[in-house]
């Protein structure tokens, strides 16, 4: 079933029936003032954090309620509607109604008994507040007297669990006032008083465009007794009665009156956000002139559309273009911005920066903003400790140089974070080495940026230390134990249990390091890296490798996880794609081991993390048999790893295979059954069901997943082949045999390459000639000395 498409020429997904399978949902705002709004203007708003500075209500796993609601009533017939959907829902048979989601904004249009409405949402850019324009249009030959009321729902205290739970203070803290055109509400104004004059935190709504006829600032008497958003009092008689909260919850309703004669347009436009009476008084001002709002969407516009021009692809496929070219790299922003911290399944709980999460987020940035993913990468080293490992959570006030550390209790009580993760670090080394290669900032490693609790270093000895601190913790195999957890927080091998997959990242790591040491004349430490993972790569083929597979890890007690003899969980995905992706499988055992993936985990909707599910058979540590069967890490498809097995047959030159992958585990490809994946088709989740679920092929936890960016370097490093290094880029595609042409658009280092992909002969990899601005090249590689302001590249496969 088909709920809506892909708009590329706007870059906007477009949703043309509201009844949606789930809420289908977009991100306005920054780090700064962020919000989340779906198809029929549900979510909420807050400054910096989810958690800790909530401005808006909302019912988590629920009806997608509260929102951003504008209601409108004719005034003659006493009819009323939203200009959403929801939440009044009317019959879809006579209300037509279509939401376009685009980059930070959304559009919402619709129409009913010849009343037309354009509600527009957007967080103006470096701006703290959000805006919504009401457009209203009278499509009848009569003239109409409509009433519209804006509604926000303030929450009653910032802290979000204060204001679900602690109702026994949070309803007696605020109170709510109508000044001019806004309601104020003020949090505990008895003791917070400020030299601004301001009462305690002061959040407001108010309105620019028309004449404020009536108001509510008290939940309650808007919604009336025993009523609901789809039926509130209000709206229903025509005008609010100008109640405000006192000790109960508080919201903020304005009601004005519209006469509009036949084919009239009339404009009113509110105001959200957290300021005092001053600065909201200055804020709605400034928006008298409404052509304002144009150019502010437009900044924002150019803003996101420039970011997304670094690099465009026309390939045959137009799933891949609509993700490749916005979709996935706007997800890739979103998630790098948020932290995966704040959507409509994650509370926005989690007050900090997970550190493997976000180094590994940066990475799908990286070609589309290199400074802006270098500025994150210097925020994650100061997140790193002096020992080499990662702080697993970095708080959003992080003071480098300062910080305590898992060995603190301090640090553990504050953060809920017991011990160090065995992976966390690891993740700097391809995300770093993909930063240099994307701009030949090689300087960037003698920058000096200091550990999370003391001292500071280069960056180039942070990974130093970094690959000490897996060095100094092995186990009795002489592999780096699995610690706290390995990427897999379901998998518990035990303090001194033994993790394949931090070893291939180690061994990965070293090979880096030492790429890293003979350019920079370090030679007596890349001869000690050569021999240290000489002898890691000896453990692992002699320990790890299992006739066409290798296994997950060794545990505490030496029970061997992912072995062919387990009954359970004895084929895993991870360490698969990782002996190919980190280079220590040789090509026989790559063959062998890609091969199984594809026989035991593969499904029609994404490859497995690992088979078969846990039931009967779990062992101390497998956290995972708490799921169901066939859901998230036990047996589901997990979606993050999907990125990494579309790299590894990429890297294998498998072109069918890689996109094969990407074809299943796409949202895209699923627009058109979205009944059955649930989630939004323009943007990954968490993980999907497999085959032992009832629901197989159903997607759950949106927007924020390391999947953005893991996909979108299995796509443009593995599939379109972009593999810069510090001198340059080699271009080396591993397409579906079937793609006979396609063409790339990318800026490198300044410079445009326009580059034109030929497949006459239907190959999946490899080339036979390469041109540069109509010089052949003896190879596949184009220095950057070679290249010029504008560059036409041509290969021929």
């Given at each position: 079933m088909n709920y809506g498409y892909f708009d590329e020429a706007q870059r906007e997904y477009v949703i043309t029936r509201p009844d949606t399978p789930a809420p289908w949902a977009n991100y306005l705002g920054s780090p700064e003032y962020g919000a989340i709004i779906s198809n029929n203007a549900g979510g909420y708003s807050f400054v910096k954090s989810g958690a800790n500075g909530r401005i808006l209500r909302y019912h988590f796993n629920s009806d997608d309620t509260p929102g951003r609601y504008l209601y409108l009533r004719d005034d003659v017939s006493g009819d009323y509607w939203s200009a959403s959907w929801q939440p009044v829902g009317k019959d879809l048979n006579v209300y037509k109604n279509e939401c376009r989601?685009?980059?930070?904004?959304?559009?919402?249009?619709?129409?009913?008994?010849?009343?037309?409405?354009?509600?527009?949402?957007?967080?103006?850019?470096?701006?703290?507040?959000?805006?919504?324009?009401?457009?209203?249009?009278?499509?009848?030959?009569?003239?109409?007297?409509?009433?519209?009321?804006?509604?926000?729902?303030?929450?009653?205290?910032?802290?979000?669990?204060q204001d679900q739970i602690n109702l026994q203070y949070t309803l007696f803290i605020t109170r709510t006032y109508f000044k001019k055109n806004k309601i104020l509400q003020t949090i505990n104004q008895n003791v917070e008083k400020n030299e601004e004059g301001s009462n305690g935190q002061e959040?407001?709504?108010?309105?620019?465009?028309?004449?404020?006829?009536?108001?509510?600032?008290?939940?309650?008497?808007?919604?009336?007794?025993?009523?609901?958003?789809?039926?509130?009092?209000?709206?229903?008689?025509?005008?609010?009665?100008?109640?405000?909260?006192?000790?109960?919850?508080?919201?903020?309703?304005?009601?004005?009156?519209?006469?509009?004669?036949?084919?009239?347009?009339?404009?009113?436009v509110?105001?959200?956000?957290?300021?005092?009476?001053?600065?909201?008084?200055?804020?709605?001002?400034?928006?008298?002139?409404?052509?304002?709002?144009?150019?502010?969407?437009?900044?924002?516009?150019?803003?996101?559309?420039?970011?997304?021009?670094?690099?465009?692809?026309?390939?045959?496929?137009?799933?891949?273009?609509?993700?490749?070219?916005?979709?996935?790299?706007?997800?890739?922003?979103?998630?790098?911005?948020?932290?995966?911290?704040?959507?409509?399944?994650?509370?926005?709980?989690?007050?900090?920066?997970?550190?493997?999460?976000?180094?590994?987020?940066?990475?799908?940035?990286?070609?589309?903003?290199?400074?802006?993913?270098?500025?994150?990468?210097?925020?994650?080293?100061?997140?790193?400790?002096?020992?080499?490992?990662?702080?697993?959570?970095?708080?959003?006030d992080h003071n480098p140089g300062h910080e305590?550390?898992?060995?603190?209790?301090?640090?553990?009580?504050?953060?809920?974070?017991?011990?160090?993760?065995?992976?966390?670090?690891?993740?700097?080394?391809?995300?770093?080495?993909?930063?240099?290669?994307?701009?030949?900032?090689?300087?960037?490693?003698?920058?000096?940026?200091?550990?999370?609790?003391?001292?500071?270093?280069?960056v180039?000895?942070?990974?130093?230390?970094?690959?000490?601190?897996?060095?100094?913790?092995?186990?009795?195999?002489?592999?780096?134990?699995?610690?706290?957890?390995?990427?897999?927080?379901?998998?518990?091998?035990?303090?001194?249990?033994?993790?394949?997959?931090?070893?291939?990242?180690?061994?990965?790591?070293?090979s880096i390091m030492i790429s890293l040491a003979e350019s920079r004349k370090d030679i007596e430490y890349a001869e000690h890296m050569k021999g240290v993972q000489k002898e890691l790569y000896e453990i692992i083929q002699n320990l790890c490798w299992e006739d066409d597979r290798f296994i997950r890890g060794i545990k505490e007690d030496g029970q061997v996880i992912?072995?062919?003899?387990?009954?359970?969980?004895?084929?895993?995905?991870?360490?698969?794609?990782?002996?190919?992706?980190?280079?220590?499988?040789?090509?026989?055992?790559?063959?062998?081991?890609?091969?199984?993936?594809?026989?035991?985990?593969?499904?029609p909707f994404g490859v497995r993390l690992m088979a078969p599910s846990f039931a009967d058979h779990a062992f101390p540590g497998a956290l995972a048999i708490l799921f169901n069967p066939s859901t998230k890490e036990n047996g589901g498809i997990f979606s993050q790893p999907q990125g990494w097995i579309i790299l590894a047959e990429s890297l294998m030159g498998h072109g069918n295979?890689?996109?094969?992958?990407?074809?299943?585990?796409?949202?895209?490809?699923?627009?058109?059954?979205?009944?059955?994946?649930?989630?939004?088709?323009?943007?990954?989740?968490?993980?999907?069901?497999?085959?032992?679920s009832p629901f197989e092929g159903r997607s759950h936890v949106h927007w924020l997943t390391g999947t953005a960016s893991t996909v979108m370097v299995g796509c443009v490093e593995g599939i379109l082949g972009m593999r810069p290094d510090l001198n340059g880029l080699r271009v080396a595609p591993s397409i579906p045999s079937e793609w006979k042409e396609l063409t790339m658009k990318k800026i490198f280092r300044g410079k445009c390459l326009n580059i034109r992909i030929e497949n006459k002969d239907g190959a999946e990899s490899g080339f036979r000639e390469m041109y540069l601005n109509g010089e052949r090249l003896t190879d596949n590689y184009i220095s950057e000395a070679e290249m010029k302001e504008e560059n036409e590249i041509l290969l021929v496969m």
């Open positions: 989601h685009g980059m930070s904004y959304t559009r919402i249009t619709a129409e009913y008994e010849d009343i037309q409405s354009e509600a527009l949402y957007y967080v103006p850019l470096h701006k703290t507040y959000e805006v919504w324009r009401l457009k209203v249009k009278n499509n009848s030959e009569k003239d109409r007297k409509i009433s519209a009321f804006g509604y926000a729902e303030f929450t009653n205290d910032s802290n979000y669990e959040r407001f709504f108010g309105c620019a465009g028309a004449e404020v006829t009536s108001f509510n600032g008290d939940k309650a008497a808007f919604l009336g007794a025993y009523r609901s958003y789809s039926n509130p009092i209000a709206v229903e008689r025509g005008h609010c009665d100008n109640v405000l909260n006192y000790n109960s919850n508080g919201c903020a309703a304005l009601q004005s009156s519209i006469c509009l004669k036949p084919g009239e347009t009339k404009e009113i509110y105001i959200l956000g957290r300021h005092n009476d001053k600065d909201s008084d200055k804020i709605l001002e400034s928006y008298q002139d409404l052509s304002i709002i144009e150019k502010e969407l437009q900044e924002l516009k150019n803003y996101w559309h420039g970011k997304l021009e670094h690099f465009q692809v026309n390939t045959p496929s137009k799933e891949f273009n609509s993700m490749i070219n916005t979709w996935n790299a706007y997800q890739c922003f979103i998630t790098f911005i948020w932290s995966r911290a704040a959507s409509f399944v994650y509370c926005g709980q989690r007050n900090g920066y997970g550190y493997r999460d976000t180094v590994q987020d940066i990475q799908g940035i990286i070609h589309l903003d290199a400074p802006m993913a270098k500025e994150r990468i210097r925020f994650m080293l100061s997140a790193q400790v002096d020992n080499g490992g990662g702080l697993p959570l970095v708080k959003y305590d550390t898992p060995d603190d209790y301090s640090y553990v009580q504050a953060t809920g974070h017991p011990a160090y993760r065995a992976d966390d670090a690891l993740w700097l080394f391809p995300t770093i080495l993909k930063y240099i290669g994307e701009t030949g900032d090689s300087g960037f490693l003698e920058e000096v940026i200091p550990y999370a609790n003391k001292e500071a270093d280069t180039y000895d942070h990974l130093k230390r970094a690959i000490r601190f897996s060095l100094e913790r092995l186990g009795d195999h002489r592999m780096p134990a699995g610690l706290h957890a390995d990427w897999n927080d379901c998998l518990r091998l035990g303090k001194k249990g033994e993790s394949t997959f931090v070893a291939l990242q180690l061994y990965y790591a070293m992912g072995s062919k003899q387990n009954k359970e969980a004895s084929m895993w995905l991870n360490p698969q794609s990782w002996a190919v992706i980190s280079g220590l499988a040789d090509k026989q055992q790559a063959e062998a081991a890609l091969e199984s993936v594809h026989r035991e985990l593969n499904t295979r890689a996109f094969e992958y990407f074809k299943e585990s796409s949202p895209a490809m699923l627009n058109d059954r979205a009944e059955i994946r649930v989630l939004e088709p323009y943007v990954h989740g968490q993980f999907t069901e497999s085959t032992e």
